[in-house]
Nanobody, 126 residues
């Protein structure tokens, strides 16, 4: 099994920054099993949407949703099994529950997660 635990969410003001972390664990979580890690978000009344992805198995290629490109940065630490999402210039429309996701595939531009975290709430006041 694979467990993903997010942290770092909270309440910030518009224009502020926040960094989310995702800790991966589990007997089957390994460099062989997981190809891509990423972040999704879901705002109230809206569908869950892709935010950012990073290659996990090899290299460090990244891919972002247009709405966050230039403001958000995804990074990783393979040795510590951690994935980060640094969010700058947060806006009220960024408010959502943010979910960490793991995909066995390698297509960072089209993640189809096999595993999900429980989510962490990000609230942005105007």
């Amino acid at each position: 099994q694979v467990q993903l635990v997010e942290s770092g969410g909270g309440l910030v003001q518009a224009g502020d920054s926040l960094r989310l972390s995702c800790a991966a664990s589990g007997r089957t979580f390994s460099i062989v099993t997981i190809g891509t890690m990423g972040w999704f978000r879901q705002a109230p009344g809206k569908e869950r949407e892709f935010v950012a992805a990073i290659s996990w198995r090899s290299g460090d290629s990244t891919y972002y949703a247009d709405s966050v490109k230039g403001r958000f940065t995804i990074s990783k630490d393979n040795a510590k099994k951690l994935v980060y999402l640094k969010m700058n210039m947060l806006q009220p429309e960024d408010a959502a529950v943010y979910y960490c996701a793991a995909d066995r595939g390698n297509n960072i531009a089209a993640m189809t997660p096999d595993y999900w975290g429980q989510g962490t709430q990000v609230t942005v006041s105007s």
